[in-house]
């Protein structure tokens, strides 16, 4: 899957403290430090469909670009059909990779968060529809909490919405058009304040 263009306002700056989410931005940067989780959580996904018999998939495992692991079980549509439904709970342990916020070479504006899942809690859950795959559309959800580490520090609580359009990779998969995916929703702090989220990826 191809990296998410970032297409932010130049003030989108790093937050720091212990406090968890308290502003938008924050809320934003929550979001960002985990899609590309969600773009490899995808891709799980698939290799899970490809592997089972069954609609259930066995556990699939990925690392963090930094630290970390990535694990998704859940369910994926069979059949041949051009459209899929993912159903999938995600596992992260430790999980974290770099954002470059503005795609240059620098590493001074890089966004570096650390996430954890408790499965006590229950596990976030991220749904997709694929439509008329490998050129078609995404749309999903993803509902859960996450512990953070590193420039953003806290629990977050998040409620969003995903829909974009999807490109053949050349390799006989499918991945996000760049640009073309929004998110929208909620994320909520510790104190229970609920901050909008708004981005295009």
Known sequence: MNKPALLLLP???IACGGRGVSSEREAELAYLGLDGALVKAME????????ASSANIDPQSTDGDV???????????????????????????????????DQDDSDDDDLIV????????????????????????????????FDM?????????????LDG?????????TQR????????????GPSNGVYEIDLQL
């Open 11 to 13: 003030s989108l700056l």
């Open 44 to 51: 799980l996904g698939f290799d899970g469909y490809n592997a």
């Open 67 to 101: 630290s970390g692991t990535l694990t998704v079980t859940g369910q994926v549509d069979q059949g041949a059909s051009d459209n899929k439904g993912l159903r999938l709970e995600l596992s992260l342990v430790e999980y974290s990779d770099v954002v470059d916020l």
């Open 114 to 145: 650390t996430y954890w899942t408790d499965a006590g809690e229950g596990l976030p859950a991220f749904n997709l529809q694929l439509k008329d795959i490998p050129d078609g559309t995404l749309s999903g959800t993803l509902v859960g909490s």
């Open 149 to 161: 580490r590193g420039d953003i520090e806290g629990p977050v609580s998040l409620n969003l919405t």
């Open 165 to 173: 359009l999807l490109e053949d990779d050349g390799q006989g998969g």
């Open 177 to 188: 058009v760049q640009g073309s995916t929004t998110v929208t929703g909620t994320a909520t």
